[in-house]
C-alpha cells in the first residue's frame, strides 16, 4: 500500500491542508495572502463616500474618459489601482512620468482620437449621490499632473 | 448509540466507500478548468514578468524571494505547469506528476498574486487540486489505470478524497461568512454594508475605466432589497456544512450558491468563473455519469463502469 493511501496518511494531510485553509481566520495577518487567505473581501464597514486616484483622457470638448487598465499594462482593474497607488507614494516625479507615458499611449489610441489631455488625479464623491447626479457628488479634487496629447 | 455505531457513523460520513471512477472524474474536470485558466490567463500570467520591481509584494511560497525572479523563471514555471497538468488530466504517473502540478500551478498563480492585489477567484481552484494530488485520483480514467490493467475496485479512500474536496468547499464558504461576522458582527446582516461595497465598487470600477454593472449601481438605490440580500449572502456561507449532510441537501446547496454567483456576477460584476461553470462543485455529484460516456465516445475509456456505489 502506498503510503498515501493509509487512511491515517490521508486523514492527516486533509486535516493539515484544511487547518492551513482556516489559518488567516484562526490568527488573522496584517495583510491578504494566497492561496490562504481570511476570505475578508467585502466584510469591513464602509463609509458613504468614494475616494479613487485614477486617470482621464480630456476630450476637445470637456468631456473626461477614465483610463482603462490596459493603459497601465493590466487587464485587471485592482492591479491598476495598485500601481496608481504606487505611483501617488512615490511623488511628482513618477507622478509626472506616468502621465506623460500615458499621453504618448493615449495619442495613438484609435479610440481616444479627441483626446487634449491627460490627468491624473484624486477624487472623493459621495458614493450614492454620484449616481443621481455625478457633479453634484464630487466633495473633493486633486490633480497630481497633467500632460497635453500631443500628435 | 453505542460507541462502535458512532464511530461507524463516522467512517462512513468520512470515508464513504464509492467508486474509484468518481474522483478521477473530479480530477479530470478540475484539471481541464485549471488548463483551460492557465491558457486564457496565460498573458495575465506572464505579464507579471514586465511589472516594475518596486510593486513587488510576495504571497505564499513566493515569499522566498525578496526581489523578482529572472522572466525566465515564470516561463519555466509557466511551461511546467502545462506539462504536469496535462499528465495530471491524465493520469500519468499521477503520485509525482500530481504534487507536482500543484507546485508548479501555485507558484505560477502565486507569483501572478504577488503584485499588489490577490485574486480571490483562484483559492478555490488551487485548493482542490492540492488535495487532488494527495489523493489516490488516478487510479481510474488513467494512464496509470490502463497500465495497471483497468481501474481500481471502489474503496474508501475515493469516498475520502470526494468528501475533502466537499469539505474543502464548504469550508471556503464558512470562512467568508465568518469573516464578515467577525469584522462587522450582526450588523452585515442589516444590509448597508453590503449596499456601500456594491456601490463603492461599481463606482470605483467605472472611475478606473474597467466594466462596471449598471444593474448593481441601479439596485443601490434601492435599500429595502439589501437586508434580503446580506441574509441570503451569509445563509449560503455559514449555511454551507448543511450541504455534507446528504446528496440532495449538498446538490440544492451547490444550486443556491451557484445563484449566488450569478448575482454576484449581476450586480457586482465579479466573474468566479470555477463557480459559475459549476467545475468547484464536481464532489457533490456523481462526476463520472458525465465524464465516462464522454470519454468512451472519445475512445478514452470502457463504455461501461465497474462497479459504481453511491
Not at chain 1, 493590466?74 to 512615490?90: F, H, I, P, S
Not at chain 2, 496509470?144 to 469516498?159: H, M, S, T
Not at chain 2, 461576522?181 to 454594508?193: C, F, H, N, P, Q
Not at chain 2, 468566479?272 to 465516462?292: D, I, R
Request: charged content about 20%; aromatic content about 12%; proline content about 5%.
Amino acid at each position: 500500500m502506498f503510503l498515501l493511501d493509509h487512511p491515517v496518511t490521508q486523514v492527516s494531510l486533509a486535516a493539515a491542508t484544511l487547518l492551513a485553509l482556516a489559518s488567516p481566520t484562526i490568527w488573522p495577518k496584517e495583510r491578504d495572502d494566497f492561496p490562504l487567505s481570511p476570505y475578508a473581501m467585502f466584510s469591513s464597514r464602509q463609509d458613504d463616500t468614494t475616494r479613487v486616484t485614477h486617470v482621464v483622457a480630456i476630450l476637445e470638448d470637456g468631456r473626461e474618459v477614465p483610463l482603462a487598465p490596459r493603459f497601465l499594462g493590466t487587464d485587471e482593474v485592482l492591479q491598476a489601482k495598485v500601481t496608481l497607488m504606487r505611483v501617488l507614494k512615490r511623488g511628482k516625479r513618477e507622478q509626472v512620468d506616468l502621465c506623460e507615458e500615458l499621453a504618448k499611449k493615449v495619442a495613438v489610441d484609435p479610440d481616444l482620437g479627441g483626446a487634449v489631455a491627460v490627468e491624473m488625479r484624486t477624487v472623493t464623491y459621495r458614493t450614492m449621490d454620484y449616481f443621481v447626479d455625478p457633479k453634484a457628488a464630487l466633495l473633493k479634487k486633486n490633480v497630481h499632473a497633467r500632460c497635453k496629447v500631443e500628435r | 448509540m453505542t460507541r462502535e455505531s458512532v464511530r461507524q457513523y463516522a467512517v462512513d460520513f468520512l470515508r464513504p466507500v464509492m467508486p474509484s471512477e468518481r474522483l478521477a472524474a473530479v480530477r479530470i474536470l478540475t484539471a481541464l478548468f485549471a488548463l483551460i485558466y492557465l491558457a486564457v490567463r496565460g498573458p495575465g500570467i506572464l505579464a507579471a514578468v514586465h511589472q516594475a520591481p518596486h510593486l513587488f509584494q510576495p504571497v505564499g511560497p513566493v515569499k522566498l524571494l525578496d526581489t523578482p525572479a529572472a522572466p525566465l523563471v515564470t516561463y519555466l514555471f509557466y511551461a511546467l505547469s502545462w506539462v504536469f497538468g496535462v499528465a495530471f488530466l491524465v493520469g500519468y504517473r499521477f503520485r509525482l506528476t500530481a504534487p507536482a502540478f500543484a507546485f508548479s500551478l501555485l507558484w505560477v498563480l502565486a507569483y501572478r498574486n504577488s503584485w499588489g492585489m490577490v485574486f480571490h477567484t483562484e483559492n478555490l481552484m488551487m485548493l482542490h487540486i492540492t488535495l487532488l494530488s494527495l489523493s489516490d485520483a488516478g487510479a481510474a480514467l488513467s494512464l496509470d489505470a490502463k497500465r495497471a490493467g483497468g481501474a481500481a475496485e471502489a474503496d474508501r479512500r475515493f469516498g475520502f478524497g470526494i468528501r475533502v474536496l466537499s469539505i474543502g468547499t464548504v469550508t471556503a464558504y464558512v470562512l467568508a461568512g465568518v469573516a464578515k461576522i467577525k469584522v462587522t458582527g450582526l450588523e452585515w446582516a442589516s444590509g448597508d454594508i453590503l449596499r456601500n461595497h456594491i456601490a463603492n465598487d461599481n463606482l470605483r470600477k467605472m472611475l478606473l475605466g474597467d466594466s462596471y454593472s449598471e444593474i448593481g449601481m441601479w439596485l443601490a438605490q434601492t435599500p429595502q432589497i439589501f437586508p434580503f440580500l446580506a441574509m441570503f449572502s451569509l445563509a449560503v456561507e455559514l449555511g454551507a456544512p448543511i450541504g455534507l449532510f446528504s446528496a440532495r441537501l449538498g446538490q440544492l446547496w451547490c444550486l443556491v450558491t451557484w445563484g449566488f454567483h450569478v448575482g454576484v456576477l449581476i450586480v457586482m460584476w465579479v466573474f468566479f468563473p470555477y463557480n459559475l461553470f459549476w467545475f468547484s462543485f464536481a464532489s457533490f455529484f456523481h462526476a463520472e455519469k458525465l465524464v465516462m460516456p464522454v470519454l468512451a465516445r472519445l475512445a478514452f475509456a470502457p463504455r461501461a463502469s465497474s462497479t459504481v456505489v453511491c
